[in-house]
C-alpha cells in the first residue's frame, strides 16, 4: 500500500482539475444550446423589457439608431410660392371657365358708372371669335365678394403713399360682414399683410403698419404675378384692387409675362386705381424718371390690366375722388349679371378665344337703345372679360 500521505494530496489534485475542466467547458456547452425568443406580449412586445427602443426601432452598437426610410429622404426640391388660404364656406359663383361650359359676369353701367338692371337674356349676344353663342343660363348676382388689395408701398414720394393709404382706408369701409378681404404691399418683393379675412378691424389694424417704407423700387409686374399664382386654389371669382402708381423699376417679369398671366387666369377681375395724381399734376411735361412719359405708360398698363379682365381703370386727381371712386366699384362687383353658354368649338387645345358682349334689341337685332325718364339717349358701356383659354380644367 501507499503511503496515507501520499492519497490524500493525490485526491485534491484531481478533484481540483474536474472542476477546472468543467469551468474550462462550460462556455462550449451553453454556446451550443440554441437561444429561445422571449415570451410575447399581446401586442408583440416583449413584457420584460422597459428599453426606450423596446418594440420598434434598430438598436446599434452605442446605443438607439433612428434610421430613416428612404421615403422619408425626399429630395431638396425649389419652394413654390406661398399660396393663400381658401376662405371657408366661400361659394363659387363667378366667371369659371371649364370647357365645353363658359360662364361670363357682365357689367353693364352708364357713361357715369350706374348699375343698369332688369336686362333680359334676349338683350345679350355673345360673339367667341366671331361666332354667335347660344345663352343656356342667365341670372343677376348679388353676392359677397373675394378680394385682394395689392398696394404699392416704396420710398418713392409722400403722395403716392398718402393716396395708396387714403384709398385703401376707404375701399375697407365699403366692405360688407359677408366679403373676404387679404391685404399684400409690395416694393422689390410682395408682402402679404394679410390672408384673407371677414374681420374689417384685423384689415385695419395691417394697414396701420404701413408708415415707413423701405426700398425705392416698385416691381408691379413681380407683384402682380405673384398674387395671381397665390389666389389659383381659391375657390369662385377674386378681385384685385390694384392701387399703384403702375411703374415698374426692375421686376424679373416682364409686361408681355404680366400680360400672359392675367389672360391665363379666368376667375380674377382687376379694378386699377392710380395713385400720386397731385405728383402728376406738378410734373406735367416734365422729364427725368417722373416724366409724363412714364406716367403714361403707367396708366396704359394699369388700363390694360383692368380691360383684360373685364375690369375697370381709375385715376382720381385727388384724394376726395376716392369715395365716389369705390362707390363705382362696389356697384360694379356686387350687380352683375352672369352667362353661362356651350361654345361651338368644342375642342380643349389651349387656344386663346375671344369673347364678346354685345346688347341687342330682341325683335330687330339691332343694338339695345336706352333712354332716360326724359327719353334722351343714354350712352352705356358693357365690362366683360375678353376671352379664356380653352383647356381642360381651370384650377
Same mark, same amino acid.
Given at each position: 500500500?501507499?503511503?496515507?500521505?501520499?492519497?490524500?494530496?493525490?485526491?485534491?489534485?484531481?478533484?481540483?482539475?474536474?472542476?477546472?475542466?468543467?469551468?474550462?467547458?462550460?462556455?462550449?456547452?451553453?454556446?451550443?444550446?440554441?437561444?429561445?425568443?422571449?415570451?410575447?406580449?399581446?401586442?408583440?412586445?416583449?413584457?420584460?423589457?422597459?428599453?426606450?427602443?423596446?418594440?420598434?426601432?434598430?438598436?446599434?452598437?452605442?446605443?438607439?439608431?433612428?434610421?430613416?426610410?428612404?421615403?422619408?429622404?425626399?429630395?431638396?426640391?425649389?419652394?413654390?410660392?406661398?399660396?393663400?388660404?381658401?376662405?371657408?364656406?366661400?361659394?363659387?359663383?363667378?366667371?369659371?371657365?371649364?370647357?365645353?361650359?363658359?360662364?361670363?359676369?357682365?357689367?353693364?353701367?352708364?357713361?357715369?358708372?350706374?348699375?343698369?338692371?332688369?336686362?333680359?337674356?334676349?338683350?345679350?349676344?355673345?360673339?367667341?371669335?366671331?361666332?354667335?353663342?347660344?345663352?343656356?343660363?342667365?341670372?343677376?348676382?348679388?353676392?359677397?365678394?373675394?378680394?385682394?388689395?395689392?398696394?404699392?408701398?416704396?420710398?418713392?414720394?409722400?403722395?403716392?403713399?398718402?393716396?395708396?393709404?387714403?384709398?385703401?382706408?376707404?375701399?375697407?369701409?365699403?366692405?360688407?360682414?359677408?366679403?373676404?378681404?387679404?391685404?399684400?404691399?409690395?416694393?422689390?418683393?410682395?408682402?402679404?399683410?394679410?390672408?384673407?379675412?371677414?374681420?374689417?378691424?384685423?384689415?385695419?389694424?395691417?394697414?396701420?403698419?404701413?408708415?415707413?417704407?423701405?426700398?425705392?423700387?416698385?416691381?408691379?409686374?413681380?407683384?402682380?404675378?405673384?398674387?395671381?399664382?397665390?389666389?389659383?386654389?381659391?375657390?369662385?371669382?377674386?378681385?384685385?384692387?390694384?392701387?399703384?402708381?403702375?411703374?415698374?423699376?426692375?421686376?424679373?417679369?416682364?409686361?408681355?409675362?404680366?400680360?400672359?398671366?392675367?389672360?391665363?387666369?379666368?376667375?380674377?377681375?382687376?379694378?386699377?386705381?392710380? #395713385? &400720386?395724381?397731385?405728383? $402728376?399734376? /406738378? !410734373? =406735367?411735361? @416734365?422729364?427725368?424718371?417722373?416724366?409724363?412719359?412714364?406716367?403714361?405708360?403707367?396708366?396704359?398698363?394699369?388700363?390694360?390690366?383692368?380691360?383684360?379682365?373685364?375690369?375697370?381703370?381709375?385715376?382720381?386727381?385727388?384724394?376726395?375722388?376716392?369715395?365716389?371712386?369705390?362707390?363705382?366699384?362696389?356697384?360694379?362687383?356686387?350687380?352683375?349679371?352672369?352667362?353661362?353658354?356651350?361654345?361651338?368649338?368644342?375642342?380643349?387645345?389651349?387656344?386663346?378665344?375671344?369673347?364678346?358682349?354685345?346688347?341687342?334689341?330682341?325683335? #330687330? &337685332?339691332?343694338?339695345? $337703345?336706352? /333712354? !332716360? =325718364?326724359? @327719353?334722351?339717349?343714354?350712352?352705356?358701356?358693357?365690362?366683360?372679360?375678353?376671352?379664356?383659354?380653352?383647356?381642360?380644367?381651370?384650377?
Amino acid at each position: 500500500m501507499f503511503p496515507k500521505t501520499l492519497l490524500v494530496p493525490s485526491a485534491k489534485h484531481r478533484l481540483f482539475a474536474a472542476l477546472l475542466a468543467l469551468l474550462l467547458c462550460a462556455p462550449l456547452v451553453f454556446a451550443q444550446q440554441p437561444q429561445q425568443p422571449p415570451a410575447q406580449s399581446p401586442s408583440g412586445s416583449n413584457p420584460q423589457d422597459n428599453s426606450p427602443t423596446a418594440g420598434g426601432g434598430p438598436e446599434g452598437d452605442v446605443g438607439s439608431i433612428a434610421v430613416p426610410k428612404k421615403k422619408d429622404a425626399a429630395p431638396h426640391e425649389e419652394k413654390k410660392p406661398e399660396k393663400f388660404k381658401n376662405p371657408p364656406g366661400l361659394p363659387d359663383y363667378s366667371v369659371r371657365v371649364d370647357v365645353p361650359s363658359v360662364n361670363v359676369d357682365v357689367i353693364v353701367t352708364t357713361k357715369d358708372g350706374v348699375f343698369v338692371p332688369n336686362l333680359k337674356p334676349e338683350n345679350f349676344r355673345v360673339l367667341e371669335d366671331g361666332v354667335p353663342q347660344k345663352v343656356t343660363s342667365f341670372n343677376q348676382t348679388e353676392a359677397p365678394i373675394t378680394a385682394v388689395m395689392l398696394v404699392e408701398f416704396a420710398n418713392t414720394s409722400y403722395y403716392n403713399i398718402q393716396d395708396m393709404l387714403q384709398a385703401s382706408y376707404t375701399f375697407a369701409s365699403t366692405l360688407k360682414p359677408q366679403d373676404w378681404i387679404a391685404l399684400v404691399s409690395y416694393d422689390m418683393k410682395p408682402q402679404i399683410w394679410q390672408d384673407f379675412t371677414q374681420d374689417k378691424q384685423q384689415l385695419y389694424a395691417n394697414l396701420g403698419h404701413l408708415r415707413i417704407p423701405g426700398f425705392s423700387e416698385t416691381n408691379l409686374f413681380d407683384a402682380l404675378y405673384d398674387t395671381l399664382d397665390r389666389v389659383e386654389r381659391v375657390e369662385g371669382h377674386k378681385y384685385i384692387l390694384l392701387i399703384c402708381s403702375g411703374v415698374d423699376t426692375f421686376s424679373k417679369h416682364t409686361l408681355d409675362q404680366a400680360y400672359k398671366k392675367v389672360k391665363a387666369t379666368p376667375d380674377v377681375t382687376i379694378y386699377a386705381i392710380s #395713385t &400720386g395724381g397731385f405728383v $402728376r399734376a /406738378v !410734373n =406735367e411735361g @416734365g422729364m427725368g424718371p417722373i416724366s409724363t412719359l412714364t406716367f403714361a405708360q403707367a396708366d396704359n398698363q394699369m388700363r390694360t390690366f383692368a380691360s383684360m379682365t373685364g375690369g375697370m381703370y381709375f385715376k382720381p386727381r385727388f384724394p376726395g375722388e376716392f369715395p365716389e371712386v369705390f362707390r363705382d366699384i362696389g356697384a360694379a362687383i356686387r350687380s352683375q349679371y352672369q352667362l353661362t353658354y356651350h361654345p361651338s368649338n368644342t375642342k380643349m387645345d389651349g387656344s386663346y378665344r375671344k369673347i364678346k358682349i354685345q346688347l341687342v334689341n330682341p325683335a #330687330t &337685332g339691332d343694338p339695345l $337703345r336706352m /333712354v !332716360n =325718364e326724359k @327719353g334722351k339717349d343714354v350712352k352705356y358701356q358693357i365690362i366683360a372679360r375678353d376671352g379664356y383659354n380653352a383647356k381642360h380644367s381651370v384650377e
